[in-house]
């Protein structure tokens, strides 16, 4: 399916991050670098004056919609929103082709979140305005994609770099972890990258994933251990594992403490490394995910990652409606007081 | 009770449709259609600015709740939503006046929808602001007979004519079916109708709704099947049927295929005629209800229906609120961007 | 913990009522009197354009809910909502600093309430806005407070007086009632009081917060009954009892009926007092509440205090914000409109 979907432009569906080549990604950048004053609150945008975003979560996803929603409001538009297991009509019968038609009806843009893959495919096919797809459960959830190598781009930038040529190593679940998929499939547009892997025994990354990234040229290495990983990489992309994913209780009996640490960085020699997690991270204790005794280090990049994601978002939405810089320029203004919170 | 109310205006709760004569039903569209820009998202309005709406769903109906609030918030509007089937502070015991009394305090106007009958009418009575009536159970939903009427009126004005004199055939379940009792009741405040009903056994239309047609100078037909019912109408309203409603096995081992579909239109003869549902349809296989198979018929109307929801409701809004028509123009402008979804 | 908490000013979260002294209690009430003609839709007001309230409630609470949201619109902002007994990302381990800190960056001001006394303030430890309780269980609820205490000074300033030298009766459950506490540590900001108590065996005022009022120059005296309790009180403020928190079986028994009613007020020669209550007030049979049969005497302010709730929380996101009272006047104009409820 997804190989037949066109460029993400206006007027277009994003279903995918296989919508990008590497000059719209940049484009999609460079206008969510013009945001940032918005997004940072301090100017106040109107361009979506009169908009309306039809906010759809047919699975609970808070941030994600919180995100997306504040993204639209901060550009002037206006949201509804439905949460919730069931859409009530769909539970009287009603299909995905007649519940689509009806809510983009009422709406100039929709985002839509599905615990079904193909599912938001399958709705944007009978939507009469353009879909965004907020994650369709082992499917896509490019806006995470697009706000993670946003980051890495900027962290990279502050560092007087950019993404060409970097060692980004990647832990956790690589198998079920649909961002991982979706972030090495973007970073490819890239040149020369190496992606360095570290996962417990059977929630390796399926090898259609590593065949996409080695034939665009990029070198995929496998790790045996966590420090083998991270050392030397110019970044760490660490994702939540659930330890029930597993398949052998030998994996299962290793996976204690912490995925990653600072114990475990300092044994690396990688202190000050970006490090990136999608989020939300398990922070009870030996949930073997990244702990917070990292939070002081210089290249944290966690909450960036989040507070990218409104820059991201506005631009995905610009984009599709076909808002031009320009106009967004032209109804923007500075704030008439500005909330600091005192310390 | 409902004889008592009085006709819809400014200021006034929308409880039910005998609140209309022919001339304030006519006017309410002339307001339906002075907001069309809006509704197709070619004009931005703010006459609302600043204004509230509460929107209390004590029984989901997402596509309901959904049309409400976009209509308001296009017209400027704001909302706040409460939905679910609890109100937390009912929960402890509080009466229907008092809630009504706080919420509507942090209103402009309410939208109200309740699983029993009157409960919107009591609701009402305690408001500060005027409510409007989403569904109340087995009682009415006038803003579905009011967008019907509308659409039905749109349908035949495009085809060079108006609801005087028209045949209007009604299928399925005429006994527990809310939607269909508020729109006789409402189309017969026009001339000459013929009205042509068919029901499963024991879903008949009750005696005085008939009676309520007859008395006011119409036909009203029974037929024994779908064809001839359907045969030479210049329309058709289909409604879903609950197959554990009918009364009798027989009826319930008959009710088996589609309702309405191509195959029972062609036999009919009456393949171009107008085609309406007041949604959600039930498409799973063996549901009884309009099938898919008549979508590309050049008459389908049931996505005009819920687009035309939006004109109705902002119609609405502007009459409780006494925004008049010239308030509506003065505050309108040209959208600085159209956004036209690809193929 | 709340000792320590500075004064609510601009940049400072709002999570107890021992923020304030007796100056900023006055300029907060200032200031809720300035945004009245916005709390009254007379006049439309701008000033948040483009600011975000992230309201979330952890636990229902529909009232409070709509008050904080409707409060913020009204002022020209915007609102994203989550409610419901979970937040998605927590019921992934998620530790409240990760998910404040994130939910934080999507928002100007956060709006938080909480089942667990003290969440809130944990919450607001990590986040980069301005951070308001609405409630964290057996803690605080400062906008409830603030609110009685403002109705309260504007009951009697409609009498020709002030707080200073006021009898107060306080009627109900006084253990567990967190409203009360809060409220009796408010009004120990004015001079000469006396409060006038009377609880249900088993649910009497917790020393300290006698002790409080005390220390400050209060008197506090304790009633048998509740016709001696209100018997000359300028106002009183009657609460829920809850019939299982009461200790003894007799306890129990002895309190039916109702808590307050007209007759009740009649024996004490007090029909003309004034009557609050933080509502819900439970109109069930035998409730021991506040009886409906007091809703017409002319001292009843119970939805006074639900209508100054939008004034007072208005106040208080314009402090949190750095809101001037210039900027709101400045922003602020007549509505092209004013709907009426007609009888």
Known sequence: MTEALPLFEQGRHLLSVSQFNRQTLRDLFVLADAVNPIAQRQAVCTVLDGAMLGSLFFEPSTRTRLSFESAFLRLGGEVTTTTGFTFSSMAKGESIADTARVVSGYSDVLVVRHPDAGSVAQFAAHSVVPVVNAGDGAGEHPSQA??????????????????????????????????????????????????????????????????????????VEVADNVVDAIRGADAIYATRVQRERMTTEQAQANARGDLLNWAILAEADNLDTIIMHPLPRDSRPDAYDLSPDVDDLPGLAIFHQTDNGLNVRMAIFLTALGVSTEAVTLTTKQRPWKATLRD
Chains 1, 2, 3 share one sequence.
């Open 146 to 219: 697009l706000l993670d190598v946003y980051t890495l781009d900027k962290e990279l930038a502050a560092r007087g770099r950019g993404i060409d040529g970097v060692r980004l190593a990647i832990l956790g679940d690589l198998k079920f972890g649909r961002t991982v998929h979706s972030l090495i499939k973007l970073m490819s547009l890239h040149a020369d990258l190496t992606f360095s892997l570290f996962s417990p025994p059977g929630l390796e990354l399926p090898s259609e994933i590593g065949q996409y990234a080695a034939q665009r040229g990029h070198r």
